[in-house]
């Protein structure tokens, strides 16, 4: 007992002392009175020092604080919202707020918030990005996430500003959902991108411009804007070309291939070139220009065929190197007829100079137009006096494209050698009933191809006529053994024989002359004597004078290959006054039932597309020219 008194006694003692010593005064105070945060929002954090209890409460509904009350000193968080509104330059550049602590004896102190509200924001986290020359067509795509509070347009800009169009944007894209005020949203975007063919690398930037709800431009001030990135694409360069040429021409076959979106996938390079199909090279022995082949020549490509494909591009440049090349061919490219600004491009001209080798050339079925070749296509310097480009080419087929007419450049002095030349069906949509269609004219023409412009050509008019498309320049081109105009909109009748001389100026055909014209890759002669009777036979000298007495004109002397059918044609084309077609030395060969007098439909006026005075037969022609046997 004695020992619990004693404990009470000490205890009781202690307690004395400690109550005589004097209470600590401690302060009501905060650590900062400011707070100052970005549209974003965010957390600041704030000492509080408080002798007894306090409670937090702020004036606005986007501040937070945690704790909203406590005891003594404390840390307390301020929490801002991100903002919703936009910059507008004046009275909403910011927004404010105040954070009140009030302790428990009616003592408050003051936090000011300030927060900026959102200016115009397209902010990129990755804007570069590099790309190789080729990848396959899947993979040809590249994504940009965008965080943007505002609608935007995208463009492709070189470093000069100017348009490029090797960088697309997806079809499918999302739209920007800007479903929280100005909040920034998140989008993601896919660009494809197209193979580069080129020697050199290319670098593009992808532009992203604020617009408003009706998509027209926004020029915001500096101050109104937070962020607008852009992406700059760096596109790695194609492959050198190889030193070794006959590597270069095979690098150069799967280059192409590859680029045109071939679509049997090119060739094997792990199968000899002697053996890939579509491909001719040189052999020992070979003739070019009437001469053995020099041996530097024996293996290399010598002509190729690209069909199949799905490009719009033009040729790629590793065409450049197949500078042995006699014969090319591209054609049958997918949709060609909706395909819209194709260029050949530079680089199929660099076979060409006064030693180029090329001698056929085939673009058929490309998507081509009346701007896809460059002025040096005709001359080396592009102008109407230059050099020809292509002076050894022999044969040029340009059919199923879109021509609204036939370029005026592709004549004889261009083409000196030319003797083959094709632009058959450049219809772009077939209409029967040209005067059923919506548009007509030069209109008709831009939307409708089929060479419709040659009926609205001056040059083609006689006498003040209209309409007439028949293109009469081309009878000046004497090299020609091959000329096909099928499946076009050519209007209006032939042109009579007193229209060609008048045009022409030409002499008539004699039985002492002769039609040369090239068949089988050789030169071959046709006496027109021995078509009208043996030589020598008894009345050979009357037959000669009848075809004389004839007067025939000489127009087109070496046409062994002519076709106009299928086109709007109509009028009158009889013996007696179109002796030029309907006599000439090499009608039987031009199948004329078919592929001349057998047109379709009807042309602009309402016209039957039909000629009239057509013989039943060709006991006419067969009358004069007895001796004629039928055509190889």
Sequence with gaps: MKIYR????????????????????????????????????????????????????????????????????????????????????????????????????????????????????????????DVPDYEALADRYFNVDVKSNVKFEVSFLDAEGNPVDWISEAEDNPVLDLNKGARPRNVSLRFNWDINSQPSGRIASVRFTPVGDNGTPINPSESLITRIDQVQVTQTSAAAKPTDPRAADSSALVAIARALNVWSGGWDTSVRMERWEEVDLWEEGDLHDGKVIDESWIGRVRGARFFMFNTDDGIPYQVSWLDAAESLEFYSNENHTFRENIKIGEYLIELGGDDSNLKRLTIAAYGLDNNSFPDTFFTQDGTDVGNPTFPNLESL???????????????????????????????IHVIYDLSNATTSGEKFAEENGGLYRENLDPENQVDGSSGRGFPLRLLRWENLDTLELTLNYLEGPIPTDDEVRDYLGSVPWTH????????????????????????????????????????????????????????????????????????????????????????????????????????ADMDYYYGVYTNKRFAN
């Design 512 to 615: 002492n002359d002769e039609v040369t014209f090239v068949q089988n890759g050789e030169e071959s002669i046709i006496n027109i004597s021995d078509s009208l009777a043996v030589s020598g036979s008894a009345g050979a000298q009357a037959a000669y004078d009848a075809f004389d007495a004839l007067q025939v004109p000489k127009v087109l002397p070496r046409l062994r290959v002519f076709s106009l059918n299928m086109n709007r044609l109509s009028g009158a084309l009889d013996p007696d006054t179109h002796k030029w077609l309907m006599y000439h030395p090499l009608l039987d060969w031009w199948e004329p039932s078919t592929f001349i007098f057998n047109q379709e439909g009807t042309d602009s006026n309402g016209n039957t597309a039909r000629f009239t005075g057509v013989p």
């Design 6 to 129: 004693y404990m009470t006694v000490f205890a009781a003692a202690l307690a004395a002392v400690f109550a005589c010593q004097p209470k600590e005064n401690v302060d009501f105070v905060l650590d900062s009175d400011t707070f100052e945060v970005g549209a974003d929002g965010g957390t600041a954090t704030i000492e509080v020092t408080s002798p007894g209890s306090w409670i937090a409460s702020a004036n606005v509904p986007w501040i937070t604080v945690s704790p909203a009350n406590g005891n003594g000193s404390q840390t307390c968080r301020i929490i801002v919202d991100s903002a919703i509104v936009m910059k507008d330059g004046a009275d909403q550049d910011i927004r404010r707020g105040t954070v009140t602590i009030e302790a428990d004896n009616w003592e408050t102190r003051d936090i000011a918030v300030t927060q900026q509200n959102y200016g115009y924001t397209i902010a990129i986290e990755d804007t570069e990005i």
């Design 397 to 427: 087929d340009l059919s199923s494209n879109k021509f609204q007419y036939i370029d005026k450049r592709f004549n004889q002095r261009n083409f000196p050698k030319l003797h083959a030349f094709s632009m058959r069906n450049n219809q």
